[in-house]
């Protein structure tokens, strides 16, 4: 029996606190300090504090909640997310804000895998891609709202009031959660020595929808961090650029909640859809290539389409094929997987940009995509070399 609405909402909840916390904040630092130069070390300093954080983390995290349950580290991770929240707002200080952003991302680092683990736990395998494409819908909301709602709250009252209501908003979430998501106790586990726990991460049925959740979040990262760039070269504004991520996120919003419908109900498989998104995302990301608006707009549909396929039935694939005592270890060690595409993908297409061009960026990190799947095609439709019959 599927989960009710009332468990999951803040669940999913707990999910756009932390796209929102991470985009919302990241999107609006730039100018904090004066100096070209001091600004731009000062930036890339913070944004690596709240995503080192979660690298580091959220395995950490995820197995604790196999221990321990997954509903106190999902509260606990809230309730130390609005801490952390609220230190900045009390210090209102550049020392302050430090330690704030590092608090964030240690906090996000327990509550996100956390929340992940308890939407396979409370729902069936049958129910898993409705249960994962809702959870990944409210998290691409938060993406895309987080830089336009918070540079509206820096406009209105800096970073203190963005710190304020990112505050409120994990306490609302955490008092929602504790009254409404039922404990779920943990399970029994066989104890595990560092050779299972490689054999079981090293295992196709974990690294498979693991790496392309990797690709899906290297691709968006990318989308969201080069395509204005790749805008103002065509000498496009703001507007026409700023609408090109918005439409990315969208589409990946939109699609999310149907590819799950469509696994829940036998007409898309797991390795059919992944195949389809990583594909869909790699010619999106070849699309980028294109100069003007109809590549970058092209980019922007395409790649929203393809990491709104591959999000939600890479975690339910996840999911169904878990031990249940094992999902916060499994669902953190993923997490982590998808926060090193988030820093792989920019990394190689601004290393490959920085030797050649930008278009070669998006060339390379296409090309690293769409390979797999279409070595995975090649192999599955060739037929198997018949034996040659022994001699008489």
Excluded at 6 to 32: K, S
Excluded at 72 to 90: D, I, K, N
Excluded at 182 to 195: G, N, Y
């Amino acid at each position: 029996m599927t989960a009710p609405a009332r468990q999951m909402w803040p669940l999913y909840a707990a999910g756009f606190t932390t796209a929102f916390g991470a985009h919302g904040i990241a999107a609006n630092l730039g100018g904090f300090s004066d100096d070209a130069v001091t600004s731009l070390l000062v930036l890339g300093g913070l944004l690596a504090l709240y995503d080192g954080a979660e690298v580091l983390l959220k395995p950490l995290f995820g197995g604790l909640a196999d221990r321990i349950g997954a509903r106190p580290v999902l509260l606990g991770g809230l309730v130390a997310f609005a801490l952390a929240s609220a230190v900045y707002v009390v210090a209102d200080s550049p020392g302050w804000l430090w330690a704030a952003r590092l608090g964030q991302g240690a906090a996000a680092s327990a509550f996100s895998p956390s929340a992940s683990a308890l939407v396979a736990r409370l729902n069936p395998a049958t129910k898993l891609g409705r249960a994962f494409g809702g959870y990944g819908f409210c998290k691409s909301i938060g993406y895309t709202l987080g830089p336009l709602l918070g540079g509206l709250l820096v406009w209105a009252g800096g970073l203190r009031l963005l710190f304020a209501v990112l505050t409120v908003l994990g306490v609302v979430v955490a008092v929602w959660a504790a009254l409404a998501v039922p404990a779920v106790p943990p399970l029994p586990r066989r104890r595990q020595t560092v050779l299972d726990l490689a054999r079981r991460l090293a295992d196709p049925a974990f690294l498979a929808p693991t790496a392309a959740l990797a690709a899906a979040t290297a691709a968006l990262s990318v989308g969201v961090g080069f395509l204005p760039v790749s805008g103002r070269a065509a000498d496009l504004g703001t507007v026409a650029t700023g609408a090109a991520v918005s439409v990315l996120a969208a589409c990946a919003a939109i699609v999310q909640p149907r590819a799950g419908r469509a696994l829940d109900e036998g007409r898309l498989t797991t390795r059919t859809g992944i195949t389809a998104g990583l594909l869909v995302t790699a010619v999106g990301l070849a699309g980028a290539t294109l100069p003007g608006l109809v590549g970058i707009l092209a980019a922007a549909v395409l790649i929203g389409i393809g990491t709104g396929l591959i999000t939600p039935l890479g975690f339910a694939a996840l999911a169904a094929r878990t031990p249940a005592e094992r999902m916060g270890q499994t669902m953190g060690a993923a997490e982590l997987g998808r926060e090193l595409g988030d820093a792989g993908g920019p990394l190689l297409v601004a290393t490959v940009a920085a030797v050649v061009s930008l278009p070669h960026g998006y060339a390379a990190l296409a090309l690293l995509i769409a390979v797999p799947p279409l070595v995975g095609l090649l192999t599955r439709r060739t037929p198997a070399t018949p034996a040659r019959p022994e001699g008489r």
